[in-house]
């Protein structure tokens, strides 16, 4: 079956713009999660969602930073203002539940001029 | 705070070479541990789990075993091949009401290994 699909795979933007970031959880997941992947920081967690619950979003980084998943399916993770530190991988996973096995998606890269 | 320590890379290793990747983590409560992979060119995939103190996880000839004692959570393997190179990264779910399903990852390890 098909798996966790994020688009675009690659996304170049100058400071100061907003982008978008589109993820495609597995068909049936509940939970999905995304991360970023930095030189700098490693892998860290950004925002949750459950079902229908209020998002988990105790890791995302700055106000500049939002997320939001629309009929408990696709989610988009969005950045506002874009600065150079925001260049990294952006991951997103999805599980069928909480606490179950995430499966990954393969990424956005966003490089920020 | 949750943290995840892992050995600094890049690994090198000949084909049929014994692996060990350090692992040691920093958590409140129970974490459940994990070893996920990353192939060059794919995304994160889940290699192996375990989710309470002396369990033993494996797949794909690669184990490791939760130590709450040492806090450590090693992974091995006895012959590496070289479809094995791949980014190896160690993680903790600390749990915990909301918390389930935050992963906490460490750096990362870098294995390369050649015929």
């Known amino acids: 079956g098909a798996g966790v699909s994020q688009s675009p795979s690659n996304k170049v933007t100058e400071k100061g713009k907003d982008v978008e970031l589109r993820c495609d959880p597995i068909?049936?997941?509940?939970?999905l999660y995304w991360y970023r992947q930095s030189l700098g920081q490693g892998l860290e967690f950004l925002i949750y969602?459950?079902?229908?619950?209020?998002?988990?979003k105790s890791g995302l980084p700055s106000d500049r930073f939002s997320a939001e998943r629309t009929g408990g399916s696709v989610s988009t993770l969005t950045i506002q203002r874009t600065q150079q530190e925001d260049s990294a991988v952006y991951l997103c996973?999805?599980?069928?539940?909480?606490?179950?096995?995430?499966?990954f998606g393969p990424g956005t890269r966003l490089l920020v001029l | 705070g949750n943290s995840v320590t892992q050995m600094e890379g890049p690994v090198t290793l000949s084909e049929e070479a014994f692996l060990t990747i350090n692992c040691t983590y920093t958590?409140?409560?129970?974490?459940?541990l994990f070893w996920y992979v990353q192939y060059p060119g794919e995304g994160l995939q889940l290699l192996l789990k375990?989710?309470?103190?002396?369990d033993k996880g494996s797949n794909k000839g690669f184990e490791a075993t939760y130590r709450k004692e040492t806090t450590s959570f090693h992974l091995e393997k006895g012959s590496v091949q070289v479809s094995d190179s791949a980014v190896y990264f160690c993680?903790?779910?600390?749990?915990?009401?909301?918390?389930?399903?935050?992963?906490?990852f460490g750096q990362g390890t870098i294995l390369t290994v050649h015929p």
């Open positions: 996973a999805s599980s069928w539940a909480q606490r179950e096995t995430q499966y």
């Open positions: 068909s049936g997941h509940t939970a």
């Open positions: 969602f459950q079902g229908n619950s209020a998002p988990d």
């Open positions: 958590a409140t409560g129970y974490p459940s």
């Open positions: 375990a989710t309470k103190a002396d």
């Open positions: 993680a903790l779910d600390r749990g915990g009401g909301t918390s389930y399903g935050k992963l906490t």
